[in-house]
């Protein structure tokens, strides 16, 4: 099983930025599949960003491209989200996922049943 750890949520203005971590442990490789979701009040959990593996492609939802940064700190075991220009929409519980081993196929990569383990979610806030 695969342990995850997410902090750094907030209160910030639209404009403003946030940097989200997510401390990995368990059973997942250096490369494993791990992805960051979010999920507004009312709406469906959504994909927000990943990659496949360490210095590989980076894909992000459309909604956050050009403004959310995905990387992971392999010495560290951390991923993160870097946010920056937030708007009020961007107001959600995130969460990172994680799956024992490697990366899911890219075509299950943006769907939330890919991932077994997910970690409590941090809050992000952002008003306007």
């Known amino acids: 099983q695969v342990q995850l750890v997410e902090s750094g949520g907030g209160l910030v203005q639209t404009g403003g930025s946030l940097r989200l971590s997510c401390a990995v442990s368990g059973r997942t490789s250096s490369n494993g599949g791990l992805a960051w979701f979010r999920q507004a009040p009312g709406k469906e959990r959504e994909f927000v960003a990943s990659d496949r593996g360490s210095g590989s492609t980076t894909y992000y939802a459309d909604s956050v491209k050009d403004r959310f940064t995905f990387s992971r700190d392999k010495a560290k075991n951390t991923i993160y989200l870097q946010m920056n220009n937030l708007k009020p929409e961007d107001t959600a519980l995130y969460y990172c996922?994680?799956?024992?081993?490697?990366?899911?196929?890219?075509?299950?990569?943006?769907?939330?049943?890919?991932?077994?383990?997910w970690g409590q979610g941090t809050q992000v806030t952002v008003s306007s």
């Open positions: 996922a994680g799956r024992e081993g490697g990366r899911p196929i890219l075509s299950m990569m943006r769907r939330s049943e890919a991932y077994p383990n």
